[in-house]
């Protein structure tokens, strides 16, 4: 069975920092390019960030630049986002996916408050 598991969200305040982690299964992992996206309350689903297969580029979605860091670990089949200077604006769910499988986890919940 194909899956995506995320972890490591929480509730933080506003300046801190965390780190999402997404373990993939079922799938060749390094084959894909991998994104992390989410759903703030009573908003659309928001892309964030993609990452190529080889981890040698990545994309940034123009609300997270310069504070956000997508990577991977091919051997650990595991996708990462680090979230640092983080605003309440950045509270929602967030997913990881895999575009090219149409498969998405179930989320971890990241709220921003103080």
């Known amino acids: 069975e194909r899956q995506l598991v995320e972890s490591g969200g929480g509730l933080v305040q506003p300046g801190g920092s965390l780190r999402l982690s997404c373990v993939g299964s079922?799938?060749?992992?390094?084959?894909?390019?991998m994104n992390w996206v989410r759903q703030a309350p009573g908003k659309e689903l928001e892309w964030v960030s993609y990452?190529?297969?080889?981890?040698?580029?990545?994309k940034y979605a123009d609300s997270v630049k310069g504070r956000f860091t997508i990577s991977r670990d091919n051997a650990k089949n595991t996708l990462y986002l680090q979230l640092n200077s983080l605003k309440t604006e950045d509270t929602a769910m967030y997913y990881c996916s895999n575009p090219g499988l149409n498969l998405r986890g179930q989320g971890t919940q990241v709220t921003v408050s103080s």
């Open positions: 079922g799938f060749t992992f390094n084959n894909y390019a």
């Open positions: 990452i190529y297969r080889g981890a040698d580029s990545a």
